[in-house]
T-cell receptor, first 110, second 115 residues
Framework: RKEVEQDPGPFNVPEGATVAFNCTYSNSASQSFFWYRQDCRKEPKLLMSVYSSGNEDGRFTAQLNRASQYISLLIRDSKLSDSATYLCVVNLHYGNQFYFGTGTSLTVIP | DADVTQTPRNRITKTGKRIMLECSQTKGHDRMYWYRQDPGLGLRLIYYSFDVKDINKGEISDGYSVSRQAQAKFSLSLESAIPNQTALYFC??????????????FGEGSRLTVL
């Protein structure tokens, strides 16, 4: 069983739309959670950490449900520049091994 | 200049050849990682190192070896390359002093094709 599972998409949405990505993780001992963004043929970069209480960064909102072992990312008012692959990442022990989901592809259409 | 530099960026080789991918960083981070990325499989950890004297196997270390020559340098070797090692390889670093931020800093990737 994979440590982290994501719907690969693709998600094709119009500009201005709201889109949500989901992710589940298998190990209940997981300690920390993140969303990374990867542009085509580029390296992944940290988008935001995910905290138990939920957190927001501009148009991006991340949620964590430890009981269901579920992580989400909501993007409001989608921009063309949001087109990328979004990777869900889980860490079992702080700073130890990071497990990546396969990524969810988003294309924002004009 | 990139903080995490990988060489070569692209390499085509033949089955059975020895290949080395090199990674150097100027971020001063103590932790370094090698991942490979395959379509539909995401990023998978090959090896990681928490300091020069600490090397650990990841999920898929078979067929690979690593060397941490200095804090700033971490190389990945394929002793005898095979076609299913064709992939995009990423080196990454992190700072043990900031474990909760979860920020891995990646190099630009090395695309390896084994014929």
């Amino acid at each position: 069983r994979k440590e982290v599972e994501q719907d690969p998409g693709p998600f094709n949405v119009p500009e201005g739309a709201t889109v949500a990505f989901n992710c589940t993780y298998s190990n209940s001992a997981s300690q920390s959670f993140f969303w990374y963004r990867q542009d085509c043929r580029k390296e992944p970069k940290l988008l935001m950490s995910v905290y138990s209480s939920g957190n927001e960064d501009g148009r991006f909102t991340a949620q964590l449900n430890r009981a269901s072992q579920y992580i989400s990312l909501l993007i409001r008012d989608s921009k063309l520049s949001d087109s990328a692959t979004y990777l869900c990442v889980v860490n079992l022990h702080y700073g130890n091994q990071f497990y990546f989901g396969t990524g969810t592809s988003l294309t924002v259409i004009p | 200049d990139a903080d995490v530099t990988q060489t070569p960026r692209n390499r085509i080789t033949k089955t059975g050849k020895r290949i080395m991918l090199e990674c150097s960083q100027t971020k001063g981070h103590d932790r370094m990682y090698w991942y490979r990325q395959d379509p539909g499989l995401g990023l998978r950890l090959i090896y990681y190192s928490f300091d020069v004297k600490d090397i650990n196997k990841g999920e898929i270390s078979d067929g690979y070896s690593v060397s941490r020559q200095a804090q700033a340098k971490f190389s990945l070797s394929l002793e005898s390359a095979i076609p299913n090692q064709t992939a995009l390889y990423f080196c990454a670093t992190s700072d043990s002093g900031q474990p909760r931020t979860g920020e891995l800093f990646f190099g630009e990737g090395s695309r390896l094709t084994v014929l």
